[in-house]
């Protein structure tokens, strides 16, 4: 249970009420029954306009800005309820009774111990690496730690062991560059379906994958400050956990209810790049872990979830409220895409930044002077991208605009911003991964073939 933060509530539902009165004339959403396939539609490049498949998880209502997780407003989600709650929402379809929720947290808990992944993780240079592409060797550690797949077959068997000595390995020629041993076994064989409906291709996985996503980017964010991970505590709320495991001391209400404002508002998005990349993977029946693997590497992108992070680079390169006219016009002139506004399906002000922004200025005035400033920079940065695009092209700020100096409040550094919108969003990905397999088609979209042909093969001497 979080604790009383009204003034919180407050905030979201003043946002709430601005963006029912600015889009009360936008069209209304569409009450649609099941698809026939195939279906018509007009495809862009990029697939923009594809329907790959029907969900019942969440809805982005461009041109109102609206978000809907379940048939729940994103406010009302975001002003009565937790992470945890929404989390299972999205999984699950409901909201979860007490018993229910009571079971989630207990097992979140649970998850969120990742000794064996930690151990792993830790003996790469995580802090030398992209705190990103860390995340994601982290997630494969962690399927190797849950899956019995992973372990039985990634281990050699005593009888199966061809050897870990050099000169007893079977190969054909010598390693090339190979001054060490190569360990190689016989992976014992079994049954690939069974494997994987057991160990990381089910709601078990989807929990795992939450919980220690989170426990990973806090390791990460300790590691990368040179000190060592710290157990979650069973005693705290998911958003709370993750600040203590990032910090190691616990957050004051107000921090905790931020950050679980933060993971409600990024855990699903539609068919954005990174939850269309999971599915992609997802549907070649390969398995979660892997699936939200690829997630991860497709929200590190700057056009992605990478963004929030450019945002306070492009604050810093501004430097002040006062220089954002010059850098606008340098931008204009430039043709240059401005971090954390734009998006291709919001053509109104993304909700999420709507409640974002309000907590970015939040007691604003009690934080440090370089953290006030950024502030003050991206103030006036939306007021003259929105005097400059806005009507015209439907420029907005986006979630990324203002949700890095929410973190840099909780004391954050950028590079863990990306990391932990993934901590959130992972709750989507799995959730679409598990209602996208139940109707599974792998995907195959096509490329159309514009290159020559009838061409002939000339010798490397010759060309
Ligand atoms: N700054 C300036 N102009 C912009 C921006 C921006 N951020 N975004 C779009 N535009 C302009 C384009 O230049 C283009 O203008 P034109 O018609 O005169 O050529 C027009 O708006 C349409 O832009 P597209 O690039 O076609 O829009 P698209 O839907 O493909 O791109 C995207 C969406 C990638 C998010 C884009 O707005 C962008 O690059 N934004 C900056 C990066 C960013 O913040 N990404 C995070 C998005 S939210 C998320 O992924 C979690």
């Known amino acids: 249970m979080l604790a009383q933060t009204p003034e919180i509530t407050e905030i979201i539902l003043a946002a709430a009420e601005k963006a029912r009165q ?77 018993d229910e929720l009571a079971e989630y947290k207990r097992k979140l808990t649970r998850y969120q111990h990742l000794n064996q992944t930690l151990r792993l993780l830790v003996s790469f240079p995580v802090e030398e690496m992209n705190a990103m592409g860390a995340l994601r060797m982290g997630t494969i550690f962690m399927r190797q730690e849950f899956t019995t797949m992973d372990r039985e077959g990634g281990r050699p068997a005593v009888d199966d062991a061809i050897g870990a000595d050099e000169d007893s390995i079977a190969m054909e020629t010598k390693p090339f560059g190979e001054e060490h041993a190569i360990y190689e076994f016989k992976a014992r064989r079994r049954s690939r379906r069974k494997s994987a409906a057991m160990d990381a291709s089910g709601m078990e996985a989807c929990y795992h994958l939450i919980a220690g996503v989170a426990t990973i980017t806090a390791a990460i964010a300790r590691v990368r400050r040179g000190l060592l991970p710290i157990e979650p505590d069973p005693e705290l709320s998911f958003a709370a956990n993750l600040y203590y ?100 399906v919001y053509k109104a002000y993304d909700p999420r930044a709507r409640v974002l922004g309000p907590l970015a200025a939040y007691g604003i005035e009690r934080s440090t002077p370089e953290i006030i400033n950024l502030f003050d920079t991206a103030r006036e940065l939306e007021k003259q991208v929105l005097r400059s695009f ?62 020559e042909f009838d061409r002939h093969y000339v010798p490397v001497d010759q060309r």
């Open 245 to 344: 495991m990032i910090h190691g001391r616990r957050p004051t209400p107000f921090q905790e209810r931020i950050l679980d404002i933060c993971l409600i508002l990024h855990a699903d998005h539609g068919m954005n790049a990174s939850t269309f990349a999971a599915l992609v993977v997802a549907s070649t029946l390969s398995d979660f872990y892997l699936s939200i693997g690829s997630g991860i590497a497709a929200l590190s992108g700057p056009l992605h979830g990478g963004a929030n992070e450019q945002v306070i680079n492009t604050l810093r390169e501004i430097g002040s409220s006062a220089g954002v006219s010059n850098w606008m016009h340098m931008a204009m002139v430039k043709k240059k895409k401005i971090s954390g506004f734009g998006h291709r």
């Open 22 to 98: 600015e889009t009360r004339d936008a069209p209304d959403h569409p009450r649609l029954s099941r698809l026939r396939w195939p279906q018509e539609c007009t495809i862009g490049p990029g697939l923009e306009g594809a329907i790959a498949c029907e969900t019942k998880i969440g809805y982005v209502n461009g041109a109102k800005g609206w978000l809907v997780y379940r048939g729940y407003d994103i406010f009302e989600l975001c002003a009565y309820s937790t992470f945890e709650e929404v989390s299972y929402l999205l999984l699950h379809g409901d909201l979860p009774s007490v």
């Open 390 to 451: 806005g009507t015209e092209k439907k420029i907005f700020p986006n979630v990324d605009f203002y949700s890095g100096i929410v973190y840099s409040r909780l004391g954050i550094s950028p590079a863990l911003f990306t990391p932990l919108f993934a901590v959130s969003r992972v709750a989507g990905w799995t959730a679409r991964v598990l209602e996208y397999l139940h109707h599974n088609r792998i995907f195959r979209p096509r490329a159309m073939y514009v290159g």
